[in-house]
Nanobody
Framework: EVQLVESGGGLVQSVGSLRLSCATS????????IGWFRQAPGMEREGISC????????YYADSVKGRFTMSRDNAKNTVYLQMNSLKPEDTAVYYC???????????????????WGQGTQVTVSS
């Protein structure tokens, strides 16, 4: 059974930092790109980052570029999202997901992802 479990969310003040983790199991982790998404109340799910398989190439939405860094540890079957300079508008539930092998340039589209975690809440106070 494919499982993805996010952790590391919480309440943080503006300009603070958090590191999210996504622990995975039940599939060949090395063979899949992984994405991070977030969803604020009343908003659509937004793709914010993706990391590829072999070279670990990373992609970021403009809204987080320069502030968030995604990484993966293939030995631990885990991906991370380091979030710095957090803003109140970063408040959302954050999800990780496995990418369809054909995701290509559409890494930011939720439809390109097959398996999702349950999410972790991030709240940034002003």
């Amino acid at each position: 059974e494919v499982q993805l479990v996010e952790s590391g969310g919480g309440l943080v003040q503006s300009v603070g930092s958090l590191r999210l983790s996504c622990a995975t199991s039940g599939f060949s982790f090395d063979d899949y790109a992984i994405g991070w998404f977030r969803q604020a109340p009343g908003m659509e799910r937004e793709g914010i980052s993706c990391i590829s398989t072999d070279h670990g190439d990373t992609y970021y939405a403009d809204s987080v570029k320069g502030r968030f860094t995604m990484s993966r540890d293939n030995a631990k079957n885990t991906v991370y999202l380091q979030m710095n300079s957090l803003k109140p508008e970063d408040t959302a539930v954050y999800y990780c997901a496995t990418a369809n092998p054909a995701y290509g340039s559409s890494w930011y589209e939720a439809s390109q992802y097959d398996n999702w975690g349950q999410g972790t809440q991030v709240t940034v106070s002003s």
